[in-house]
Nanobody, 114 residues
Framework: EVQLVESGGGLVQAGGSLRLSCAAS????????IGWFRQAPGKEREGVSY????????YYVDSVKGRFTISADNAKNTVYLQLSTLKPEDTAVYYC???????WGKGTQVTVSS
């Protein structure tokens, strides 16, 4: 059974940092690239970052470039998203997703206070 489980969200002040984790089971990162998405209240879900272990391709949406860093630990089958210099507009539920599949995690809430 394929599962994606996010963790690491929380409440942080503006300028602070969090590290989100996406633990995958039932497949490996050689099978699928992993994307991080977020959805704020009243807004559409947007792609934040993407990582492919097969070709090393990495993507960041412009609004997080220089502040967020995606990485992976293949031994743990876990993808991380380091969130730094957080802003109130980063407040959202963050989801990980096996790109090209129907597999999504349930999300982890990130709240940034001003």
């Amino acid at each position: 059974e394929v599962q994606l489980v996010e963790s690491g969200g929380g409440l942080v002040q503006a300028g602070g940092s969090l590290r989100l984790s996406c633990a995958a089971s039932g497949f490996t990162f050689d099978d699928y690239a992993i994307g991080w998405f977020r959805q704020a209240p009243g807004k559409e879900r947007e792609g934040v970052s993407y990582f492919s272990s097969t070709d090393g391709d990495i993507y960041y949406v412009d609004s997080v470039k220089g502040r967020f860093t995606i990485s992976a630990d293949n031994a743990k089958n876990t993808v991380y998203l380091q969130l730094s210099t957080l802003k109130p507009e980063d407040t959202a539920v963050y989801y990980c997703h096996a790109v090209g599949t129907a597999y999504w995690g349930k999300g982890t809430q990130v709240t940034v206070s001003s």
